[in-house]
């Protein structure tokens, strides 16, 4: 990694990962065509890493270092599959502990209008009936815990729709266009007041409507999809809009950071209210996918270079200071080999929030749990899903990694090294992430290794705590297939996983003159905290 390159990547159409190809391209460096807009912010403190006679690198780390804001964009904002989901008792009780323990403030779902929330019906005469009983009880549950949702206004209603148009997925939801746009703009215009007459207007206005989900590929029949979608999009926004201005609407929802300057082009001109722009983007979607290019891009650096692509279009667009939320990511699955139930989480989700940092405003991990049914009913904890708990309620690496991340200061301090992040809480705590990232096709060939972080401004012998995630720390697998890999777990053996991986105390250490030496495993994640006192 050259000089300064953290820093430089700070500033810096398309197919869903559940059924793209996968595309395992080589490694190329990151570096942010923005090129540094804050970097003046303690450059004159970073060196580049030193080597010593035995190999190890040492890092400097200056605890008095000028810093800038670290937002915790990246657990704010969740992900889950479907909204009927949200009645089920493991749904809420995962969300409640993905809350508790990581910091999860929205979360978004599909299908708060498909017929099994009951939402739209029409009378012998045509005229639309509508229905919140079960969208009260879904959003009541949300709220209870602590979590606002962030609505996805999808899918159509069956009676609504124009053609009965189903997207794949096996709660089969209708991606039609209305076939009467006065009956969809009532059903928006009903829906938004129900919400404000139940919560109040001062409680909905926290939330966020986007308009639609992927509709750049099977989740929208309109023909052709992009026109039509605006049109889907204008009548929405204008409807939230005038059942009271201060709701907060949004769009295009795309899939693979495509169509945001043509939706920015669009809104301006029409003069359309837009608060956000949101899109998506994996790590396993393809190079030409998300950028149109052959170039060679290793997956672990696809998503941050397409979100610093799309914050650059948003800059040059007739709204340049609209907020991106980045409304479904995650890291790249290695199909067979199932990363997301792997170590392999902590490294690659490091590595996402290194870079994406200063480039987008939340990003929503898809999903908080394994509580999904795209593909039918799970059949077993560890297939590959995308949560951070697993079926039956077993945490998975991917919780523990949130949730140490979670610790992490809200000031960031500039660094050499392209595998480390360092944070200032406001009591002057150092919180210090370092991973050993290996791309999970290449772990075989992976190798230990061995850093020396020498810190300024703290005692020379400062109390040290450390926090790992790796093979050995926060990981129910080794239990797991001890156990035979039981296809249906009891509810003691789901007891003894998550007994069997939940953390540790962390592990205490004293600074020696100024120093730490610490070995990371391969994929292995660990989160330091120096005290000043």
Not at 155 to 163: N, R
Not at 339 to 348: H, K, S
Not at 403 to 420: F, I, M
């Amino acid at each position: 990694m050259t000089f300064h390159a953290d820093w430089m990547r700070l500033f810096s159409s398309s197919r869903h990962p559940r059924y793209c190809r996968l595309d395992y391209g080589g490694s190329t460096m990151n570096v942010s065509r923005a090129l540094i807009v804050a970097a003046s912010v303690a450059l004159a403190s970073i060196g580049s890493p030193a080597w010593s006679q035995d190999g190890i690198s040492t890092i400097s780390i200056d605890a008095k270092a000028p810093a800038k804001p670290f937002p915790h964009f990246w657990e704010q904002m969740f992900g889950s599959g479907h909204a009927v989901l949200a009645l089920r008792d493991n749904y809420r009780k995962d969300l409640k502990e993905v809350h508790d323990q990581v910091g999860m403030r929205y979360v978004r779902f599909h299908g708060i209008f498909d017929d099994e929330a009951g939402v739209y019906d029409e009378d012998d005469k045509g005229n639309p009936v509508f229905n919140f009983s079960y969208v009260d009880q879904i959003y009541d549950g949300l709220l209870a815990e602590g979590v606002r949702p962030f609505v996805e206004i999808s899918f159509m209603p069956y009676k609504l729709a124009a053609s009965q148009k189903i997207q794949g997925f096996w709660y089969k939801p209708n991606v039609s266009p209305p076939k009467d746009y006065a009956k969809w703009d009532l059903l928006i215009r009903t829906f938004a007041q129900h919400l404000i007459d139940r919560y109040g207007i001062d409680e909905v206005a926290q939330w966020y409507f986007e308009v639609w989900n992927e509709p750049n590929i099977d989740f929208w029949a309109g023909e052709p999809k992009q026109a039509t979608y605006f049109e889907l999009y204008d009548h929405t926004a204008r409807a939230l809009k005038a059942v009271n201005p201060r709701l907060r609407v949004g769009g295009p929802a795309s899939s693979s950071a495509h169509w945001v300057p043509e939706f920015l082009k669009h809104t301006a001109a029409e003069h359309v209210p837009v608060d956000f722009v949101s899109t998506h983007g994996y790590a396993d979607d393809t190079v030409e996918d998300l950028f149109g290019t052959h170039e060679n891009i290793s997956m672990h650096d696809r998503v941050c270079r397409a979100v610093e692509k799309v914050h650059g279009e948003i800059q040059a667009s007739p709204m340049p200071s609209l907020p991106l939320f980045w409304t479904e990511w995650n890291v790249p699955s290695y199909g067979d080999l199932h990363a997301r139930d792997n170590w392999y989480v902590g490294p690659a989700l490091a590595h996402d929030i290194s870079q994406c940092d200063g480039a987008v405003n939340e990003m929503s991990w898809w999903t908080f749990d394994d509580v999904f049914e795209e593909g039918g009913v799970a059949s077993e904890p560890f297939y590959g899903g995308f949560g951070l708990i697993a079926l039956g309620r077993i945490r998975k690496p991917s919780f523990y990694d949130f949730a140490v991340l979670h610790s992490l200061g809200d000031e960031r301090l500039a660094n050499s090294a392209d595998n480390l992040l360092v944070t200032r809480r406001k009591d002057g705590t150092l919180v210090v992430a370092a991973w050993n990232l290996v791309d999970m096709d290449q772990v075989a060939h992976g190798n230990p290794i061995t850093m020396r972080l020498a810190f300024n401004g703290v005692p020379k012998n400062a109390r040290v705590s450390i926090q790992r995630v790796d093979e050995t720390h926060g990981n129910p697998m080794t239990a797991y297939r001890a156990m035979g890999s039981p296809r249906y777990p009891t509810q003691a053996q789901i007891e003894a996983l998550n007994k069997a991986s939940t953390l540790p105390a962390a592990e205490t250490r004293k600074l020696d003159k100024g120093a730490l030496e610490l070995t990371l495993p391969v994929n292995g994640l660990a989160v330091i905290e120096i005290s000043e006192k």
